[in-house]
C-alpha cells in the first residue's frame, strides 16, 4: 500500500468515496465495481498557442481532442479476508 493511500472497510463504502469525488460507475456487482473519469484539456490554453504559433499546433489539438483520456479503477472485495483492493486498469 502507498503512503497517503486511503483504506476502505467495505466496497459500498469506496463505491460512494469516489462517487463523491466525481467518478462515474460503469458496472456495479456483488463483489466488484468498476469506476472511471474523464480527464479534461484546457481549450482555452490550446486555442492560445495554436493562434501564437501560427495554426501550426493545430493538428496536436485535434489528436489531443480526438484521444480517449480516461482513468478506469476496479474496485474489488474479497470476503475471506475483508478487504477492498483497487486497481488502476
Known amino acids: 500500500m502507498a ?3 486511503i483504506t476502505y472497510k467495505t466496497l459500498k463504502q469506496a463505491k460512494i468515496a469516489y462517487a463523491i469525488a466525481g467518478w462515474s460507475i ?6 466488484l465495481v468498476i469506476v472511471s473519469k474523464q480527464k479534461k484539456s ?4 490550446h486555442a492560445i498557442v495554436t ?5 501550426l499546433w493545430t ?8 484521444r ?3 482513468s478506469r479503477k476496479v474496485i474489488t472485495f474479497h470476503e475471506e479476508t475483508k478487504t ?4 488502476d486498469r
Open 68 to 70: 480517449k483520456s480516461e
Open 84 to 87: 477492498v483492493n483497487i486497481q
Open 51 to 55: 493562434l501564437l504559433t501560427g495554426f
Open 3 to 5: 503512503s497517503g493511500e
Open 42 to 45: 484546457s481549450h482555452i490554453i
Open 26 to 31: 460503469d458496472l456495479e456487482e456483488e463483489n
Open 59 to 66: 493538428p496536436f489539438w485535434i489528436a489531443i481532442v480526438l
